[in-house]
């Protein structure tokens, strides 16, 4: 491939690459995303460079007046920008107020894109936002004066901004409305056929969709980004977008292409030597290809000590992490227990920031210890793997929630403009009307108000059932996440950490059979595997809970039966017919019932619990009832379980009524309509 220079053009748009979780794509991350402000700042090298002195001199004696004023304040922001960020600002802000007074658009666009910057470069986010969005309100004023701003200036001016806003959204790990804005330029981009930054933007919004392992729209994406950056000619980002597929492709288990990608970007790094430090990611990813999709372990083992030879020259702790678990992996396959272990522990002494590097380090750890029959350091590295991983499913719940709320609000926010579109049209015909409506009668007047008054009252009702219709929406669809992330969770649980569980106690039987040890320590060793079959039974007993597998193969009612039969201070009884409803009601009654009966268990001391369910044709009504101490049911209205239990009724349509007071237990009463 030969060496093409990267032109300017290309990175004016100064896209960060999407946020991914793999180990992988740490380095690549990294490295463009501090390109970015070499690049905003090389834009303005000649401001820098003006005579800022000559310019104060001018202001001080002969200050001028209009947009010879805003000029000078223009000039001065820039100057000042790498030097003297408070004078930077307030030259900006006097930019910012000369444009508004004399409608200088965009000498207010780029005084408040200024402020944005120094912001932006402090991490001071939200205000950077602020700050941008008023640099776009500046911007759309510019079209009020076509003679003296033309469309391709606005819209480069905007793309520019759409782009630094998304920038600043995929650092904040707010993904839809990164794309959403890398969107908005890559409209702008396609509009002029700007082909250098639209390859930057595939390539970003690609990046974002593999770290939310969207992988059919990444791949979309990113070989959108292959396609134009070859037409370009950019070599730089040629190997960029190799590089991205190769990771694609490693997380989708297609070794064959991954391998295919990451050689051309590695071909790039040979004969580039003053790249070396890029090299490295290309290396390691080589060597994940290796060892997990062929099983070459001396060549794995080749290319990930070249990673380390370079990083020995070069501080990149991540990187060196990395390759140390990579190296670790290659010698737990080879079954070199000792140096498994040794290069495990320095990978997570050099870094444990990136979170599927270092679950991948606490398991080999864990499976070295079992091996060596260490319960207690095995048992360590297990529960930290554990916690881990369910600290990173619940992040992505959450993020999954917050992408569901903005969803909805995006669509609450379009029914409201529509809305106030169809009111000023209407208020637009009444007006043109108007000359003719004075010469009907005082019967035509008032039919014509009567008529308008009815119509904005039903509207105003088919709006607001729409936004109930979209609430109910909102709230199912929040409980089959929440279903899909429990199924997912027991699994990961029953699959995962009880695969882990029975392992260890296979290898414990193997060390007791094969040690010679006395009566005490026959004893301790006893008990150790006694905990640890218990340790099993309560990890399958949780798992079975967050998803009961009666519940989806025999009914509502058999479920309950396995799970209250289980407590000796609950009386269960069940009336009516016994046939199937509908699954998704099926779950929240049993889910309903389980946090009402652990309530009374936990927190309210409860002796004696009854639980009766009634199914008849048209409906299904359950009660339970407790002898516990009850609580004062104003002051625990914002409890999180009691919401909990509201929401899932209110979502099915549900009755619920909750009697309870201090000392004289609980009684809550809930019907469904079937």
Known sequence: MK???????????????????????????????????????????????????????????????????????????????????????????????VGISIDGWR?????????????????????????????????????????????QDIDDNKSNLYGTIG????????????????????????????????????????????????????????LKSDSLAHITGDSLMIVYTKYHLSCLYLLTNDYDKALQNIEIAYAYYLSHPEEEIWKVAALNQLSEIYLEGYGELARAEEYVRQALQILDIHDMPREKSISLRLLSSIHLKREQWRQAEQTALAALDTDDSELTNTLAIYEILAKVYAKFGDSDKAWTYFDKHNELRLSWSTKHYQSAIREMEVKYETEKKEIRIALLEDEKRLMTWLIIACGGILLLTLAALFFLWRWAVQKKRFSEQRIQQLEQEKQLIATQSLLDGETQERARLARDMHDGLGGMLSVLRLHL?????????????????????????????????????????????????????????????VEFNYFGSDCRIDR??????????????????????????????????????????????????????GGVGIHNIRTRVASFGGTLDMR??????????IEFQL
């Open 509 to 569: 039987n193997e060390e007791k059979s094969s040690a010679t040890l006395g009566k005490e320590d026959v004893v301790r060793f006893n008990q150790a595997i006694v905990m640890l079959d218990d340790s099993i039974e309560e990890m399958r007993r949780v798992a079975h809970h967050l998803m009961p597998d009666a519940l989806s193969r025999y009914g509502l009612k058999i479920a309950l039966t396995d799970f209250l039969n289980t407590l000796s201070a």
């Open 3 to 97: 060496k093409i220079v990267v032109k300017e053009k290309s990175y004016k748009f100064a896209l960060r690459i999407g946020k991914n979780n793999s180990p992988f794509s740490i380095l690549h991350s990294q490295l463009f995303f501090l390109f970015f402000p070499c690049i905003v700042f090389a834009q303005y090298t000649d401001h820098r460079n003006r005579q800022v002195d000559s310019l104060e001199q001018i202001l001080a004696t002969h200050p001028p007046t209009g947009e010879d004023l805003g000029r000078i304040y223009n000039s001065l922001m820039w100057g000042y920008l790498q030097t003297d960020r408070e004078k930077s600002m307030e030259y900006a802000r006097k930019c910012v107020s």
């Open 107 to 151: 000498g207010v666009s780029g005084g408040y894109r200024v402020l944005g910057l120094h912001f932006y470069g402090n991490s001071q986010y939200d205000s950077a936002i602020f700050y941008y969005d008023k640099a776009l309100e500046a911007t759309e004023r510019m079209s009020d004066f076509p003679k003296k701003y033309s469309e």
């Open 660 to 669: 309870s007071s201090q000392g004289k237990g609980t009684e809550v009463n």
């Open 167 to 222: 920038n600043l959204y995929n650092m904040r790990g707010m993904c839809p409305e990164a794309i959403e804005y890398y969107m908005k330029a890559l409209k702008i981009f396609e509009k002029y056929d700007w082909k250098e930054p639209q390859t930057i933007a595939y390539n970003n919004i690609g990046q974002i969709y593999m770290s939310l392992h969207n992988f059919e729209q990444a791949k979309i994406n990113l």
């Open 584 to 637: 998704k009601l099926e779950l929240v009654v049993y889910r309903i019932i389980y946090e009402l009966v652990n309530n009374a268990l936990k927190h309210a001391s409860a002796s004696q619990i009854l639980v009766q369910l009634i199914q008849k044709t048209d409906s299904l009504a359950l009660t339970v009832e407790d002898n516990g101490c009850g609580f004062d049911l104003e002051a625990a209205t």
